[in-house]
């Protein structure tokens, strides 16, 4: 079997499946029990009162129309059955002026969603919340899933997920950790705090006054996290911050505008990911925020590629130069030494200060590579002044000369019109000067902002969007009728899949480092859908990709997000 990811040389044809394969104990899914809450009901109680026989499987369904806040407490599933909660009827509306529109309190394995009306994108809305978040997620909950929810006008987050510590130190790191945690395809805008807040903000310790001294106690961590598809508007603080998630952790796939209106000091971001966070963050679209656009605060051994991020910063006191924001910001606040960041692909454009400003010396071996960065408003700002530094510097800057950072095939110009793509889609022109001349890195990057196969050419493409060539035919499509199932799935998988070339095919899977780890050769003798059985018990738990390829075509490709 082989152990790397394809050859680009042989033309495959990729169509990636980004988050497609959750490999789970047990992928059994029945529901024993369907429990209706009324609107005037406040309180689902696993343990206690009419809601006491709620079963791992078993649904909650939220009667539409408008209602007060709701507690979710001790409902607890499975792995193999997750308890559900789900609209039912109509949209669910929530509009009040407690705490909280919904507390999700000491629950595990249990999925809150807004798919109970099939043809309402969001079928829970959470349209105000005067004292409080829009979700909170806590005290001891893990396992957690929350999607298809619109959130709006909240006095501080729009969802929270973390458990503080507190002297009973039942939930300090070593006693508890948050595994599982999955926020995606959510709509959150016009909140005052930030728009998510995962993890601890206080990593390294928080100071708690226990039995009349004080102590310093480690929060706990998550593990397992995946945060995608949503849309984020118009947040007072950071956008999306992660923090104390140290493995596992995945920020895709989401867009982010207008963050930081606030401007309140280190609240300014639009996706950060703060102390003990270890995560990759790619294919989102940030525009228009006051903050940088991406912090990185964390362990190191972090991706940050196909991101685009445009005029991050500039609308924040756009006068006073010397209050910098920046495109991509790292720093060494909780960085493990000789680690290593991964800075690839990405469109910067327009940002206030500089491109890309790296501050971190502890980490070794840093690759800054294949990034275009367009119009850094430092490359202008009081040059003269600035001894130690050149124009040149505003797209990519080190302020310390002890950074072990290598640059490769970056492009960088002050003239939009100069890097040949689109002012509307950000995708690369016929004779764009990025085409063929990015750097050939072993980062495992297989795909392109929109899901097209990286490297459609002789070399990658600089940037976050490949050039597609302008002549290729989608061969295999995966769209809203496709499907892989079970997903999460434990013994077998059944890939549905369309193609309109006859001949043979592969399909392979990949594991989170790029490594090919199962592939199975079909045959297509009849154009139209094809139903391929796949045998993955062998496979451990976790997060794969898959791709189906045919070595005689040279095709484009599209995401399936799960």
């Not at 033309?11 to 959750?22: A, R």
């Not at 043809?119 to 409080?132: A, C, L, Q, R």
């Not at 290598?406 to 002050?414: A, E, P, V, Y």
């Not at 090919?516 to 297509?524: A, G, M």
Request: with cysteine.
């Amino acid at each position: 079997m082989k152990t790397s990811a394809p050859s680009t040389a042989l033309k495959v044809v990729q169509l990636t499946v980004i988050s497609i394969l959750f490999l789970s104990q047990n992928s059994a899914t029945a529901q024993n029990h369907s429990w209706a809450v009324a609107l005037g009901v406040t309180v689902v109680d696993g343990n206690s009162g009419p809601y006491s026989a709620i079963k791992p499987g078993d649904t909650i369904l939220l009667q539409s129309g408008t209602r007060d806040q709701l507690l979710l407490r001790n409902c607890k599933g499975t792995a193999a059955q997750p308890v559900l909660v789900m609209n039912t009827g109509g949209v669910t509306q929530i509009t009040t002026a407690g705490h909280y529109g919904i507390s999700i309190n000491n629950c595990r394995y249990l999925r809150f969603t807004g798919t109970g009306l099939p043809e309402t994108k969001y079928g829970i809305s959470i349209d105000k919340v005067n004292n409080g978040a829009g979700i909170g997620i806590g005290n001891f909950s893990s396992d957690i899933e929350v999607d298809h929810v619109s959130i709006t006008n909240c006095s501080t987050e729009g969802i929270f997920a973390k458990t503080d510590p507190d002297c009973s130190f039942a939930s300090v790191r070593d006693s508890f950790t948050m595994y599982n945690t999955s926020i995606h395809d959510n709509y959150i805008a016009d909140v005052a705090n930030e728009g998510m807040y995962i993890g601890s903000s206080y990593y390294t310790g928080i100071t708690l006054h226990c039995n009349g001294k004080d102590t310093v106690v480690l929060p706990p961590v998550l593990d397992h996290i995946k945060v995608y598809n949503n849309i984020v508007k118009r947040t007072g603080w950071d956008g999306i911050q992660v923090s104390a998630a140290p493995k596992h952790c995945y920020i895709f796939n989401n867009t982010v505008e207008e963050d930081s209106q606030a401007g309140v000091p280190n609240q300014m971001s639009g996706i950060i990911m703060g102390g003990g966070s270890k995560c990759d963050c790619y294919n989102n679209l940030i525009k228009n925020g006051k903050g940088d656009g991406i912090e990185m605060h964390g362990l190191g051994g972090s991706k940050m590629y196909n991101n685009i991020i445009v005029n991050a910063g500039r609308s924040f006191v756009p006068n006073d130069m010397t209050q910098m924001k920046h495109g991509i910001f790292v720093s060494d606040a909780t960085a493990m030494k000789d680690s290593s960041f991964y800075i690839l692909f990405n469109d910067i454009i327009n940002p206030k200060s500089d491109g890309i400003r790296f501050q971190s010396v502890k980490t070794k071996n840093n690759i800054i590579a294949s990034n275009l960065i367009i119009n850094p408003g430092n490359y202008s700002y009081n040059q003269t002044t600035r001894t130690s530094f050149t124009a040149k510097d505003a797209y990519i800057m080190l302020p310390d000369i002890a950074s072990d950072v290598k640059q490769k095939n970056n492009f960088f110009t002050q003239q939009f019109s100069d890097a040949g793509i689109s002012n509307t889609d950000f995708k690369v022109q016929t004779h764009s000067p990025l085409i063929n001349k990015g750097y050939d890195c072993f980062c495992a990057v297989l795909t392109d902002f929109y899901g097209q196969r990286r490297q459609v050419g002789s070399l990658y493409d600089i940037g976050a969007v490949e050039y597609s060539g302008g002549s290729d035919t989608l061969l295999y499509t995966f769209d809203e009728n496709t499907k892989v199932f079970p997903n999460p799935a434990t013994n077998t998988i059944t890939l549905q899949v369309t193609t309109s070339t006859l001949g043979k095919a592969t399909v392979s899977i990949f594991n989170c480092s790029g490594i090919l780890v199962l592939q199975q050769s079909i045959t297509v003798t009849i154009p139209g859908e094809q139903i391929i059985p796949l045998e993955i018990k062998k496979l451990q738990r976790g997060l794969y990709t898959i791709t189906v390829s045919n070595t005689a075509t040279n095709s484009k490709v599209k995401f399936l997000k799960l």
